[in-house]
T-cell receptor, first 113, second 108 residues
């Protein structure tokens, strides 16, 4: 089974802090994604990456950046956390461009106070 | 870009009844349509998917139908059971764009 591991299940940060959310997958997937999940809004794509050092903006990239220095790791960075970034963050990976379904991590529930 | 709409947002059925969730998409180039089930506190899990060269796919009690002309696809769950209670998401496109989810509740 593919494993997508997110480093933290729950995280509480203060407004203005720089926050790193880490995601690691162990199946040599090319594609990795970051979504945020909010009630009534479903899953919204923040950023994605098709290859090492490659990144593309999704639907809601404002206030976020990403880093993919190694194929297995995709980091989401909140440069200066704000309360409206309180959410559930889900990482996902896939073998190819939408040809196969995604495998999701367990999610990180981030609260910004 | 792709836009996916999902209905209904909530659905309550009696155990044993059927449940149908519908999604529409906007990009006619989309050719992959998965459905995910997310139980409370857990990650979304792929339950079934369909590609654009197929009109229907079944897996035991679940089925997905695709109408490419009308650009809509549906999830059908027959003989629902309490363990089917979850949030279901549809998605479309090479870069998966998700619907907003349907909370299904199955009452015994």
């Amino acid at each position: 089974d593919v494993k997508v591991t997110q480093s933290s299940r729950y995280l509480v940060k203060r407004t203005g802090e720089k926050v790193f959310l880490e995601c690691v997958q162990d199946m040599d997937h090319e594609n990795m994604f970051w979504y945020r999940q909010d009630p009534g809004l479903g899953l919204r794509l923040i950023y994605f990456s098709y290859d090492v050092k490659m990144k593309e903006k999704g639907d809601i990239p404002e206030g976020y950046s990403v880093s993919r220095e190694k194929k297995e790791r995709f980091s989401l960075i909140l440069e200066s956390a704000s309360t409206n970034q309180t959410s559930m963050y889900l990482c996902a990976s896939s073998f190819n461009r939408g040809v196969y379904g995604y495998t999701f991590g367990s999610g990180t529930r981030l609260t910004v106070v | 870009g792709e836009n996916v709409e999902q209905h209904p947002s909530t659905l309550s059925v009696q155990e044993g009844d059927s449940a149908v969730i519908k999604c529409t998409y906007s990009d006619s180039a989309s050719n992959y349509f998965p459905w995910y089930k997310q139980e409370l506190g857990k990650r979304p899990q792929l339950i079934i998917d369909i590609r654009s060269n197929v009109g229907e796919k079944k897996d035991q009690r679940i089925a997905v139908t695709l109408n490419k002309t009308a650009k809509h696809f549906s999830l059908h769950i027959t003989e629902t059971q309490p363990e089917d209670s979850a949030v279901y998401f549809c998605a479309a496109s090479l870069m998966l764009i998700f619907g907003t989810g349907t909370r299904l509740q199955v009452f015994p």
